[in-house]
């Protein structure tokens, strides 16, 4: 018991640190602290409103790197959603594909991004059109399941 409270203190000691890297001068700083808080996955969920804060970065490799981290913590998804959506317009290919792929990722609460991610599907960049047509693709299987849910 003592050992799991000591590794949870230095868990969220580790993510207050992380935060605080995110508005570092060094981009490549920030690019290691959003992979890094991606990696602790949801025990960094206090997290979000700095990452969220990140996808404004000036640094493409940045906003794509909290993209990551948001999908990859997985918590409160619903504080996310539009932010996330508004990177679907970015100039950055890498970043519109990977915001495509966690809105797939999101489930039901992506749903209401599908019109934007269907415009994607005609994206000059081909990494784009296919990251957006997973994502879609990703949206109905699950709209599938809960219908399936909800009949049963």
């Known amino acids: ?23 570092d001068s060094d981009a490549g700083m920030r690019l290691r602290s959003a992979w890094a808080l991606g990696q602790i996955g949801k025990h960094a969920a206090n ?17 794509e790197a909290a993209l990551t981290a948001l999908g990859q913590i997985h918590e409160h998804p619903q504080h996310c959603v539009s932010a996330i959506a508004v990177l ?30 269907e415009r994607l599907t005609k994206d000059p960049d081909r990494s784009v059109r296919m990251a957006a047509q997973g ?15 909800i009949s049963c």
């Open 1 to 23: 018991m003592v050992e799991t409270i000591k590794k949870a203190w230095s868990v969220q000691d580790s993510v207050k640190r992380l935060i605080s890297d995110l508005a």
């Open 47 to 63: 997290a979000i409103p700095a990452l969220l804060q990140a996808m404004s970065d000036e640094h493409a490799n940045v906003r």
């Open 88 to 117: 679907l317009q970015d100039k950055d290919w890498r970043v519109r594909a990977r915001a495509a792929e966690v809105l797939g990722d999101l489930g039901e609460y992506a749903e209401g991004a599908t019109p934007e991610l």
């Open 135 to 149: 994502a879609l693709q990703r949206l109905e299987a699950f709209k599938g399941q809960k219908s399936l849910a």
